[in-house]
């Protein structure tokens, strides 16, 4: 019997290492499976998100007078502001719809949800977005942020989505009219009233540049100089360098005057960034892999 119990008695110091091993094991690879934490930030942060790329497109619409044979692979991205006071702001919410997707064929695609959780959030924290235009790409992802408000200028909602939320022109697709109805009717839109508006501490709204009836582009405030976020207000960098206008616009000299005026808000000429040129996510290689830090 004595002999017996001394054999139980090694078995189990063999045994309970292992085991207390294994649970260790178990807990570690639980750990790993949670989502990663995103620090709260000391001063405020912009990134460019790139969600996809449309291949080939023609510079001709993006370039007022550009030669129609040249073609360039196009960045689609969102930009994200997250603000010390735990707001985490998207400006534009890209598209996702398979209508779209199925026209325009984007490549390296992923929804503008997945982009965001790139840079280390859920869609769930997005607390704002600020739509620059109606347009599918940058409008059609709004209901892909459950929690988020809207920021839209009132003259753009009206001018393009009736009382019955219809669309009012082909300018706003109809399924999107219908969208941006229901979260009017939710209560989640919030109409800007013109220009230079602060809609949120250290973000401001500018109209002009007429791509669509009352486009505006974005002044965020940062310790690095004021950023400006022109959407498709300016789309190439070479629209900028130029001073060209854009190829879509109701008022040539709108988007001029819109031009020179993001360059007299910015911290740095650096700073305005245009709404389609990949060469963004190679002036602003950090930290990478379609998020780039803009400072």
Not at 111 to 138: F, N, R, Y
Request: aromatic share 8%; glycine share 8%.
């Amino acid at each position: 019997m004595a002999q017996r119990l001394a054999r139980l008695s090694l078995l189990r110091a063999t045994l309970l290492p292992c085991t207390a091993a294994a649970s260790l094991a178990i807990g570690l690879a639980a750990a790993t499976t949670l989502p990663a934490q995103v620090a709260p930030v000391r001063a405020t942060e912009v990134y460019a998100l790139r969600y996809g790329t449309l291949p080939s497109f023609a510079v001709s619409g993006l370039i007022a007078g550009a030669d129609r044979a040249r073609r360039m692979d196009i960045a689609l991205m969102v930009w994200l502001v997250r603000q010390p006071d735990g707001r985490n702001v998207l400006v534009d919410a890209g598209f996702y719809r398979d209508k779209f997707m199925t026209r325009w064929k984007p490549v390296d695609y992923r929804k503008p949800s997945d982009a965001v959780k790139a840079a280390g959030l859920q869609p769930e924290e997005i607390t704002d977005i600020i739509v620059s235009h109606v347009h599918w790409d940058h409008a059609d992802g709004l209901d892909l942020f459950p929690n988020a408000r809207v920021w839209i200028q009132q003259a753009e909602y009206t001018h393009h989505i009736d009382s019955a939320g219809r669309a009012r022109n082909g300018t706003i697709d109809a399924l999107d009219a219908a969208m941006l109805a229901g979260l009017m009717t939710a209560g989640r839109v919030r109409l800007v009233e013109g220009d230079a508006q602060e809609v949120l501490p250290g973000l401001t709204v500018y109209t002009g540049g007429k791509h669509t009836f009352e486009s505006q582009y974005v002044a965020v405030r940062t310790a690095d100089g004021v950023v400006v976020l022109a959407s498709d207000n300016a789309y190439l960098y070479e629209n900028l360098a130029t001073r060209t206008p854009i190829a879509q616009t109701l008022d040539s000299a709108s988007n001029r005057r819109a031009q020179e005026r993001m360059f007299s808000l910015a911290g740095n000429p650096r700073l305005v960034v245009p709404g389609h040129d990949p060469e963004v996510f190679a002036r602003f290689p950090t930290p990478g892999q379609g998020v780039a830090r803009i400072r």
